[in-house]
């Protein structure tokens, strides 16, 4: 596959906080490529560096061959960025907003109007409400429109599911899956885990660094352990019983359930439900299950820290 | 059961011919950790608004610690504490000075705030950060922070909106034994959120869909009663705007 995107080494600091270090990866053309981690992780620093809006002190990137550096110029013109923070004008119309951003990359709406057309149609009803008055799946439905308007061959998207509901974040990412489709290359960032399985591979973020880069599935065969899910009609009194066993290697709630591993080299799902039987608990059950992304990043987030954390 | 600390009655809120809150009827007990759920503008806001004071009603009634929310707004506004997650700390204050901003805010006495201050920063282990400003501290301290100064003045009820966005996996679960922990002391808690998986951690949920309550039950419950593996399925299946009749 021909890369669309090429990290190599990229640092940033900014006073006494490394935002980013030593970042590398690649990504291809076509691909739809996540960042995940939290708030503080590094994502909108990184994404800003390849936009070309902000310079990176250590390092290089190269989008579509190009130095992000020396050909800035050009690659705005190829790229699509939207930003976390909402960044329309709040004052001018839908319409306006849409057709002020075609105008700026010497465009029109017209022009590009089919690739945008699926999106565009559900705002079209209220094309002449002020961008500011719009509800927040709204709003981003017109930043994702005003991204596309010059057809870019790159798409940047800054957590545009933050603080959405379930619903619209559903219907944003098959939003995405159909421009992938389309063969866009789409990089994205989201502190959400169970967005990761929608991209093609995934980079967890944490404190400036990459912690691990791979496909949904590959990177959740990193996860150390055997997983046990447990459950039992206490929840409260599970959790706080399993965290003081000396044999608890990590416990989490998870939903209704919690995710245990143990640091005996092979203790059985039936010695464990008969271990919590004899304290008491009812309506348990213990089965070992598959890791999943977030089971993977709290991991890897932990192997990173140590000891650090009590 | 114990006293209920919120008890909303056909609770409205109308702005124009948009009926945003539509006859709400909830009851909350003392202790009892009640997730808030909806798709974007289904109302959570507005709900809350009024829930807390800031916002009047156009008809229903409702009574918030003990207060009408007509001629007791002052009392509730006593009463409650709130923390979000776009709204919490200032930034460039101290961890000390954000202490005793919120805490004078909520009208405790000069003695009062010292006493506080000092239990706080020996709890939560934050002495020695106690004069440096908050922008540098990280996320899961700020959120201990932000949560302990929004229940400082020992309040009925705490209304959490969106606590742990952007929050990365085990600093959200953190929080949640936060709130496990100040339920257990009998601190009733209001909490939205739009990870699934906190849903299931709430005693009882309801989920709005324009304006009307969809929904109202104990997670398993309505896991049952939608037939549904988790609690993302049931809110898929009750939430998608304009599905309900």
């Known amino acids: ?310 | 059961m114990s006293e209920l600390v919120i008890h909303t009655d056909k609770l409205t809120k109308r702005f124009g011919d948009f009926v945003a809150v539509d006859a709400l009827s909830l009851s909350i007990s003392g202790g009892e950790i009640f997730g808030f759920l909806g798709a974007n503008g289904a109302g959570k806001t507005t709900a809350i608004r009024m829930l807390t004071a800031l916002l009047a009603p156009t008809s229903g009634s409702a009574t918030v610690a003990g207060f009408d929310l007509y001629t007791g707004s002052e009392g509730i506004k006593r009463n409650i504490g709130y923390m979000s997650q776009r709204f919490s700390l200032y930034d460039d204050l101290t961890v000390r000075e954000n202490i005793r901003f919120f805490a004078g805010i909520y009208g405790l006495t000069t003695q009062a705030i010292k006493e506080k201050s000092r239990q706080l920063l020996e709890t939560l282990k934050l002495v020695e950060v106690a004069d440096v400003r908050l922008a540098s501290l990280p996320l899961g301290w700020k959120q201990k922070l932000a949560f302990s100064v929004a229940i400082l003045h020992e309040p009925k009820i705490v209304f959490l909106d969106e606590p742990t966005g952007g929050v990365d996996p085990v600093t959200r679960r953190r929080f949640w034994d936060m709130i496990y922990e100040a339920s257990g002391r009998g601190l009733t808690i209001f909490v939205t959120t739009h990870y699934m998986d906190e849903a299931e951690y709430c005693d009882r949920l309801c989920i709005m869909v324009d304006g009307r309550v969809a929904a109202l039950n104990r997670p398993e419950a309505m896991k049952q009663h939608f037939s549904a593996e988790s609690m993302n399925d049931v809110f898929i299946q009750l939430a998608r705007p304009g599905r309900m009749e």
Not at chain 1, 143 to 158: G, K, N, Q, Y
């Open chain 1, 1 to 310: 596959m021909k890369e669309a995107l090429l990290v190599a080494g990229v640092g940033k600091r900014f006073g006494k906080v490394q935002a980013l270090r030593e970042i590398n990866f690649a990504v291809g053309e076509g691909e739809l490529f996540g960042l995940i981690g939290a708030d503080g992780a590094g994502k909108t620093t990184l994404i800003r560096i390849l936009v070309t809006l902000l310079l990176a002190d250590e390092g290089r990137s190269e989008l579509l061959g190009l130095d992000v550096v020396g050909s800035y110029r050009e690659l705005r013109q190829r790229i699509g960025y939207m930003p976390g923070k909402f960044s329309l004008y709040p004052d001018l119309s839908v319409e306006e907003n849409l057709r002020f951003f075609a105008s700026v990359f010497g465009t029109t709406v017209e022009k590009n109007y089919e690739l945008i057309r699926e999106i565009y149609s559900q705002l079209e009803p209220f094309k002449t409400r002020r961008a500011g008055k719009l509800s927040g799946g709204m709003k981003q439905k017109l930043a994702l429109s005003c991204a596309l308007v010059h057809r870019p061959e790159v798409l940047f998207l800054d957590e545009p599911t933050t603080g959405v509901d379930a619903v619209s974040r559903q219907e944003f990412w098959q939003m995405l899956g159909r421009l992938r489709e389309q063969g866009m290359t789409i990089l994205v960032s989201t502190p959400y885990m169970d967005e990761a399985v929608l991209c093609d591979r995934i980079a967890f973020m944490q404190e400036g660094r990459i912690l691990a880069i791979d496909t949904p599935a590959g990177i959740t065969t990193l996860f150390p352990k055997p997983l046990f899910a447990i459950r039992a009609s206490e929840t409260g009194r599970l959790l706080s019983v399993l965290r003081s066993s000396s044999h608890a290697a990590s416990v989490y709630a998870f939903g209704s359930a919690l995710h245990y591993t143990d640091n005996r080299p092979s203790v059985s799902a039936d010695e464990l439900l008969a271990s919590l039987h004899a304290q008491g608990f009812s309506e348990l059950s213990v089965s070992v299950i598959q890791p999943g992304i977030e089971d993977t990043f709290i991991a890897l987030m932990e192997e990173k820290q140590g000891a650090a954390h009590e």
